[in-house]
């Protein structure tokens, strides 16, 4: 490194997507933008112009396919999460919707191939991002399709990609944005760590960058201008901060943060095979949740006791038809089994509030018009007893991959008693309906429980109690529905606080109806994953909690610092507090 006059420090913040400090010379790898100028064609040369499609898409398979192989070379565990990401983008340049409309704009527009591409995955992103209030899993959707756009179009402007031939070991890579195919061109041995100027924190890069275990702080607004090549760079993961040039303090600071992150890994691997114990012998049973397939090695290797929470809609997004029951099957067995003998709780289709599939719309199952409050509409178990088709598709997969291993089904939205019953009376037509057909089903039949998500179920939980088998507490719905506060809305983000005393109430109220009831009952919101609230959520008599892979050995070592009985006692403190801003406090001060 030759840093004959390093600048002045220099502070800058993003958004911390992967965890730990690295400290190490600045890399740029830029990538010079393809160009597309809009051209329009005559109708005669239509024909030349897909033919010049076609190839660009039968190169960039080619290409996709030699990195996907060449991520042979990373760790089993980050190959398993990034494939899916590179096969994602396979499948959308196979006969798919975007090639079909892409061509059909060249014929029809009379524009050039690049013209077309652009065109169309722009419209396409677009749609998706307009859905109302889109997710997560939009928003990853949205940005395969532009990723592919820029494939394409790179290919069909003879644009070159860029190379990372030449990132010195030990090197930060700063560059504008980094994306999944560019994780086989990385060596992660080498790489200390990442920044980039674009990129969320639910997008494929940072699943990619967690997955190659390097830290990362992604957004990073002003980084361009800030760091050249060489100069010292200091990224914190968990932090969301980049320092340009570091004073001597900083750097000795940084220094301490990389051994304490390093020896704080090695204890939450040797956690992973500790049990889930409090100090004074209470078990408390740890899960994890699954939103995306990619994400069962991480549970595997999480410690999870099983998954507490298998959100289906996965299953349903990015197509165009609904999958049908042996789609479903193969999904939900390859989960039970990965988890080798630990119960797997799958929740069937919960549609509408934030949530929205095309292919329930392609298929006429969900109303062409929205509804005016989504989140009070047609959601969840309401939508699934209206179509009791797409109901009992999904109840059979479920009840023919339970042979593989314990399975609970799970009820989204419920609200009152007859939505519990009429679920019930579907699940055991499905029962005698495989029966009938020679279907093996397991022993001993999944347990139908129910999502506690609004204050009306949480203040009916007895009656409730009587008819499932088990709760599951959706906490953050139910902070949504309690506070009235829509929990995908900024102007009110402040306001959305599962520690507030209303919302607490109701989580014990549901936690003491099935104590009564001698049913189980746990939370699964992201309430369960921050290990501050571990000693409140014990206390109010929960034992267990199910939330992201990556949080279970945090939460479990906040389980075997405590003792049952004080957690009680420190409950009993903060349900008599009214302010939220005080239970914060205590709740913060405690942990
Ligand atoms: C919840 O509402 O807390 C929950 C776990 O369900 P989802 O986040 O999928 O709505
Ligand atoms: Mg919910």
Known sequence: ??????????????????????????????????????????????????????????????????????????????????????????????????????????????????????????????????????????????????EIGRRLVRNLTRTPFRSFAGLPSGAILICESLRPADAALLDPSKLAGVATEEGGADGHTSVMLRALGVPAVLSVEGLGQAARPGDLVVIDGTAGTVVVNPSPTTLAAAKRAVIAFAQERARFGRMRRLASVTQDGHSIELQANLEIPVELPLIAQSGAAGIGLLRSEFMFMNRETLPDEDDQYEAYRTAIEAMGGDPVTIRVLDWGGEKEIEALQNEGVVPDVADTNPALGLRGIRLLLRQPALFETQLAAILRAGVAGPTRVLLP???????????RDHYDRVVRRLRRRGDRLPDKLPPLGIMIETPGAALSADALAQEADFFAIGTNDLTMYTLAVDRGETEVSELYDPLHPAVLRLIQITAEAALRANIGVSVCGEMAANPHFTRLLIGLGLRSLSMNAAAVPRVKQAIRALKATECVAFAAQVMRQSDPVAIRRMVMEAA
């Not at 939205?413 to 679920?423: F, G, L």
């Open 1 to 146: 490194m030759n840093r004959t006059n390093p600048g002045p420090e220099r502070h800058l913040v993003g958004m911390p997507v992967s965890p730990g400090v690295a400290i190490g010379p600045m890399f740029g790898a830029t990538e010079a933008p393809a160009l597309v100028q809009r051209r329009k064609i005559q109708a005669s040369d239509s024909g030349a112009e897909v033919s010049r499609l076609d190839a660009a898409i039968v190169q960039s398979r080619k290409q996709l396919t030699k990195l996907r192989n060449r991520l042979a070379v990373l760790p089993e565990d980050s190959q398993a999460e990034i494939a899916p990401l590179l096969d994602a983008y396979l499948q959308m340049i196979g006969p798919s919707r975007l090639v079909r409309q892409t061509r059909k704009r060249i014929t029809e527009a009379l524009v050039s191939a690049e013209t077309a591409v652009a065109d169309e995955t722009q419209a396409l992103a677009d749609a998706i991002l307009a859905l109302p209030g889109p997710g997560d899993s939009a928003r990853r959707h949205a940005e395969e399709v532009r």
């Open 413 to 423: 939205m419920v609200t009152n008693i007859a939505e519990i019953r009429t679920a």
